[in-house]
């Protein structure tokens, strides 16, 4: 186990209690992921549950912004975030209480000020689809634009300045990247 572990385990304190058709969803969740990291690709995780898969260490290589010491603006190549289903989650989905910002402390987003992450979270929406959001928005594909919603304006009229250098990582979150050339082809009429 490690720290990030020890810290996700320490903010979520202590495991609810879930309901059948909650544990099920849950189980459900573990599996689809367990599936799609064996694929490869961007995220490793821990599920920390105990007795249900209800608590996530969710560490992406997901190619994102950093700003440093000095005030610049430079890549960052990791995120880790922990994230928490609550019993209530297939009926109400609130993202400040299921997912924190673990690292990096200085991300540069619009939709981040460490801990918290401003990404769309739907009742009952999968493990893997969150997972998938959280991909996009450190690659900078979902992103705010309007400095009054959103969390860090600096970053905010950064995007707007740099919009022909975004996303800043179009690799897939799960499996490979591949491209497909494609040869052109002669109709005959």
């Not at 459900?28 to 920390?48: F, I």
């Not at 890549?75 to 994230?83: G, I, K, N, W």
């Not at 893997?128 to 450190?138: G, N, Q, R, T, Y």
């Amino acid at each position: 186990m490690d720290l990030y572990d020890l810290r996700t385990l320490e903010m979520a304190g202590l495991e609810p209690s879930f309901d059948p058709v909650m544990r099920d969803f849950l189980v459900n969740c573990a599996e689809e992921l367990r599936v799609r990291h064996e694929r490869g690709g961007l995220l490793d995780y821990a599920s920390l549950g105990r007795d249900a898969p209800w608590l996530y260490r969710l560490t992406f290589r997901t190619r994102g912004l950093v700003r440093n010491d000095t005030g610049e603006v430079v890549p960052s190549e990791q995120h880790v975030v922990a994230l928490r289903f609550l019993p209530d989650y297939l009926r109400r989905a609130e993202r400040f209480e299921m997912l924190s910002l673990l690292e990096p402390r200085n991300a540069f987003h619009p939709n981040l000020m460490p801990p918290a992450i401003c990404v769309e979270v739907r009742p009952g929406e999968p493990l893997v689809e969150i997972s998938e959001s959280l991909h996009a928005l450190f690659a900078w594909r979902l992103r705010q634009l309007n400095e009054f919603d959103a969390l860090n304006r600096d970053a905010c009229a950064w995007g707007r300045g740099h919009l022909n250098e975004l996303p800043i990582d179009s690799r897939p979150l799960f499996g490979r990247a591949f491209r497909i050339a494609l040869e052109p082809v002669e109709v005959k009429a």
